[in-house]
């Protein structure tokens, strides 16, 4: 399901900062709106919305739920991200494929 990323590398600045992620999305040639990411800190949370990104969260990654309450999903570990990929924030977004 990846096929670019990007690592510190290619940000000045790291998250809060949204840099990462502007240039996770210019690697993959995608607009905000088109995308989605998992993280599981409030940073994570943070830079994807300052972004324009949609973000959900994961829960296994053993920080207070109350701090991730500000995604737009949260999600107890990726199996159950998995299961959710017909799901908002996923199904409006064109990152994910709906071919068969």
């Not at 096929?3 to 990462?20: F, L, N, R, W």
């Not at 959900?56 to 107890?76: E, K, S």
Request: aromatic share 4%.
């Amino acid at each position: 399901m990846v096929d670019v990323a990007a690592t510190g590398d290619d940000a000045e600045d790291s998250k809060p900062d949204p840099d990462i992620i502007g240039a996770a999305l210019k690697k993959a040639g995608v607009a905000a709106n088109e995308a989605v990411m998992v993280g599981d800190t409030q940073y994570d949370i943070e830079a994807a919305h300052r972004a324009g990104v949609a973000c959900v969260a994961v829960l296994c990654g053993g920080n207070d739920p109350a701090t991730l309450r500000d995604a737009d999903a949260i999600y107890a570990d990726p199996a159950e991200l998995v299961r959710a990929l017909d799901q908002r924030p996923f199904a409006w977004s064109s990152a994910v494929s709906t071919a068969p």
